[in-house]
């Protein structure tokens, strides 16, 4: 048997909202410690790394570990009939192919209950080996969504510098190129409006803004978005779901062409 | 000695099929899966019943069994009847006949039927297996039916459409005749069916099954509606999905027909004349055969044109996307295309042309077809800047409008420059540079999203995670 409440029911919504787009299917993985997800997307370029911790929840119970093969298009329309204050709560029997969702409203007027076909998936996990990062951004969600989208005019890819004054992305293409700096602002009162950065050694690395503008449609879940990014591997973006957990998106880095002119 | 073992091994095989496998094991499935004769699987069929029913006990096999004889319709006329029945009901069936002319076993499967599908679709399976020779085993034999070869068949497929129409009406007419006053709408099916019976019950079996796969030889019946140059196609391709570009490609052709009236016509008559006479290749439209003159130095006999051609067009296509600016439809464009098909088809053994050749033929003939038809040929007004170099060696940079229409050779004829920027003499060199810009500039719009891709400074290429993280 498992079943998760959870009174902040919106967070489901904003976090389906932000993956669904990016994947079509995943398992969702729960045990007694919690909830987990890790998929890739379809062309294997980025990674969704979703983590929630059995504590997070208002109730949580899974008695035997349970792997859900969710259709998520399919999920994410059923959470969209959960209304932003609904405590949602999932439920699942050990040996079921369905998972029921139950939304409530917050006076208990209405009760919604919703059940959906789970599907066999047979995916692989990958091992994400524990990196030391050698930067690391924190900056406003709302202003990473910022930069992506407005770079994702002028070209394909940003390039992502990283200094000890703060960070510069760039981007160019036909039209022209654009630069943005952010520079370290820990002096701002308000925490999730500083940009810090905490830097062992510069790097500079180019990614596919497609991916990042994806990525960016986790916004609502936090104020603060973490960049990680080290030489010549993925990098993380994580968006903290209060206490819930995480949500990482892990992007490949594209790599210069050796035939390249540059 | 060898022919006891065999027929023992047989045994065992269908012990196997039937017990092991829960396979329903039809006479007909058996012959063509073990290659014997029919009459031997029949034989094999009854011996291992038999010996099931003398072990004792519950057998738990279920026979169904094929009767046939004469018996007596609803309103008392003698018939022939063919049924297959349970076990069970064997007895009455047979009661029911005056004269059972035969009677043996259909199938034997370990379950129950509930109904007969699963005994088709056994046969149908090993049927659409062996379509060209599942009669092999059979014991009915035609000696004067003889396979025919690809091109006899599209050669003669005309024929067969007129011949089966004609029988097709006698037929009705005959039934009508004998049957009148008692014609119920299934006595007139059976006395068509009689009619084509000669050929054999299974002949008619692997017709009906060729049809619904959709690509076999002996199609001459089943597509009795269709019109002879569909028909000659379906029987010249066999591959599934060319067939379905084809069948994709008929109804616009149709819809063309319509439109082009007396045209149309005469490229099918051309087709056809094709079809009943190889050699007589020399009645084509006058411009076709000029194109040919000037090309018949690189011109060789060529019998698979046709497939040619098709990825030609695909080619052709591409490259006319790749003039996105233009307002063309690309229906309209594919649906030109196949009208040019069936004009090609007139000549199709005649030449092999080089595929830029082909592709001016394509243009040539959308050309023509669109003056045929009356359409006004779709151009579009653009601005376009451009670079030249005039005489010091400056370049001077101006904003043109130019007339650009779907080809190539038509462009360059027809490409209208207004000049908004005065501009010194130009000189002939000029002139050249500015026909190859010109050039350039159509095949622009559509490559641009390239061209963005291309024109980014950082030339990099998007790695996979796979090759950060390994699998667990």
Redesign the interface.
Known sequence: MFEARLVQGSLWKKLLDSIKDLLNEAIFDCSSTGITLQA?DS?????VSISMNSDGFDTYRCDRNLSMGIHLPSLSKIMKCAGNDDIITMKATDDADTVSLVFESPNNEKVSDYEMKLIDLDT??????ETEYSCVVKMPSAEFQRICRDLSQL???V?IACTKEGVKFSA???LG?GNIKLCQSASTDKEEESVVVDMNEAVCL?F?LRYLNFFAKATPLSTQVQLSMSKD??LVVEYKISELGFLRF????????N???? | MACETDKALLQENIEEYIKDDNKVVTCKWLSLMHSIDINVAKRALHIFVHHQRNKGGNDDINVTFFVAGLGKSKDGDLMHKCAVVPETELEVVKRSLATVTSCHIFSVQKAKLKDYTPLYMTDYEVIKDNIDKCNRFSSIKCPWVSLKSGLSASKSAQQDVVKVVLSENKGHAFSNKTETGNDSPGSKTRALAKKVEPKGSITSMFASASKKDGGGNESSKPVQKTDAASKIKATKKKGGVTAFFEKKGDSPLKQKDVLLGKDSKKMDASSERFESNVTNEKKQDPKRKKKQAADADEEAPDKKRRRRIKTDLFDSSDDEDVEAGEPEEPEEEIEEMEQFEVLDKGIEEEHKMTEEEQKEEVDDSSLTKSAVVGKKRKRTKKVVSKHYEDEEGFMVTKKETVWESETDEEDEASVNKQEKKSHQSNTSEDMGKLATKNTKAKADPKGKAA???N??????????????????
Do not use: R
Request: charged fraction near 25%.
């Open positions: 890739m062309s294997h370029v980025s990674l692989e996990h990958l091992g994400i080996p070209g394909d890819s390039v160019s293409g036909e190129t180019t596919a591997v993925p892990y992007l490949a880095p594209k790599i210069e062409d035939d390249g002119d540059n | 061209a963005k891709k024109s980014s400074p950082q030339k990099s290429k998007q790695t996979s995670l796979m090759s950060f993280f390994k699998k667990k």
